[in-house]
């Protein structure tokens, strides 16, 4: 981490769950939408990135315009599970103050189905911000209990994207309109 930022958890929980956020493309979000979960347009067989922040979601899928992630999606898990995720992670890059080595951390990396990734938190232009915002990448065993177990409930907010970008277009604030977050401790 660099000096002077700080890893903050950012998201819209309760007692039961924390949301986060995916981009698509519109056969896999239909599918994923009508089964209430990801079906069969979703490849399990590679690392999928969930994301709790709504603003560095906006700048990834550049507010829903990027090819392949036109389709927003906010996903309720267990926060169970996301704690899990959290709590057993593997950094994506080596951090000499966490691995006895560089070549543990290649191990670890290689071995582990979930990895977390630290990037800059963004504003609603997507200009980026001092604190750094989770990402989770995971694959393998983990998708399958994702896909199967985790998620409560797959919502398309598709269409509130698209009129938040409409207004920052026309020059509006938008703050009072953005998702609640609050900071997130596990």
Do not use: H
């Amino acid at each position: 981490m660099e000096a002077g930022n700080v890893n903050r958890i950012r998201a819209v929980f309760n007692e039961e769950s924390i949301r986060v956020y995916q981009a698509y493309n519109d056969k896999i979000a239909d599918e994923a939408l009508r089964l209430g979960t990801f079906g069969s347009c979703f490849n399990t067989k590679r690392m999928t990135w969930i994301k709790p922040s709504f603003l560095w979601m906006m700048y990834r899928s550049g507010w829903g315009t990027k090819e392949n992630q036109e389709r927003i999606l906010g996903i309720d898990i267990k926060r169970s599970a996301f704690d899990y995720l959290c709590k057993n992670a593997v950094e994506s890059k080596y951090n000499p103050n966490v691995f006895a080595s560089e070549e543990d951390w290649k191990t670890q990396v290689k071995e582990s189905e979930i990895r977390v990734q630290w990037d800059p938190e963004r504003d609603i232009f997507g200009n980026p911000q001092s604190d750094r915002s989770i990402q989770l990448g995971i694959r393998g065993k983990c998708v399958e209990k994702y896909i199967d177990e985790w998620i409560l409930r797959i919502e398309d907010i598709t269409d509130y994207v698209g009129a938040l970008r409409g207004k920052m277009q026309n020059n509006e604030d938008i703050t009072r309109l953005l998702p609640n977050e609050q900071i997130y401790l596990f």
